[in-house]
């Protein structure tokens, strides 16, 4: 069983930063595509951005050019840099991930329990 630990959220000002982290429990052999979704309150869960093992990125229209994704693989983990932070950014964010772990013989799908984010003046 592998499970994802999102961290980072919290409470910034609009036109400041925040970095999400995404720990996995498990040794990633290979990331088959990891992402970021977010929900806000009375709204349904959205994709924010993804990254694919082989590095190719994909953003909502609404956080294109502000957010960016990466992996770190020696950390078993994912990041998301979300810079000029406005209200409307305000939810929930949750890591997903489809990977191949040490130990495993096929890849598994896990989803993080979900960090807040909160962008208030």
């Known amino acids: 069983q592998v499970q994802l630990v999102e961290s980072g959220g919290g409470l910034v000002q609009p036109g400041g930063s925040l970095r999400l982290s995404c720990a996995t429990s498990r040794r990633i052999v290979s990331i088959i595509v990891m992402g970021w979704y977010r929900q806000a309150p009375g709204k349904q869960r959205e994709l924010v951005a993804t990254?694919?093992?082989?590095?190719?990125?994909n953003y909502a229209d609404s956080v294109k050019d502000r957010f960016t994704i990466s992996r770190d693989f020696a950390k078993n983990a994912v990041y998301l840099q979300m810079n000029s932070l406005k209200p409307e950014d305000t939810a929930v964010y949750y890591c997903?991930?489809?990977?191949?772990?040490?130990?495993?013989?096929?890849?598994?799908?896990?989803w993080g329990q979900g960090t807040q984010v909160t962008v208030s003046s």
């Open positions: 990254i694919t093992g082989s590095g190719n990125t």
């Open positions: 997903n991930a489809l990977n191949r772990y040490v130990g495993d013989d096929s890849p598994e799908v896990s």
